[in-house]
């Protein structure tokens, strides 16, 4: 459903962990995404590897905002508004603030 309501945005599929390559589905034309299969790994400990995929494929891809959705997400319609601030990230304000040295860090 996501090609159904954004036919014209980026498409990364991330499978992190499991054996099957969807890299040829990737290149049809009706999905027109990309694929990329790495090594699975536990990260809530630690969720650097984590936001480094994200942020590497927020960068691949070139666009202002994303969306990460978990094969369990089912996509009912377009997202209807824009949003003003990411959910859950570096400028999340409903959670405590993150220490001054961690923003540092993420803005390098």
């Known amino acids: 459903?996501?090609?159904q309501f954004s036919?014209?945005?980026p498409i990364h599929l991330l499978q992190d962990g499991a054996s099957v390559d969807f890299g040829k589905v990737c290149k049809l034309r009706q999905y027109n995404c990309t694929f990329e299969a790495v090594r699975g790994e536990n990260s809530r400990w630690n969720p650097h590897s984590w936001?480094?995929?994200m942020y590497?494929?927020?960068?691949r891809l070139g666009?202002?905002?994303?969306?990460?959705?978990?094969?369990?997400?089912h996509i009912q319609r377009r997202h209807r508004i824009e949003p003003d601030h990411d959910a859950g990230g570096i400028y999340d304000n409903f959670n405590p603030q993150m220490k001054a040295a961690t923003v540092y860090y993420w803005e390098k």
């Open 51 to 53: 936001m480094k995929r």
């Open 1 to 3: 459903k996501a090609r």
């Open 63 to 73: 666009t202002t905002y994303i969306i990460y959705l978990e094969p369990d997400v």
């Open 56 to 59: 590497d494929v927020a960068k």
């Open 7 to 9: 036919p014209d945005s």
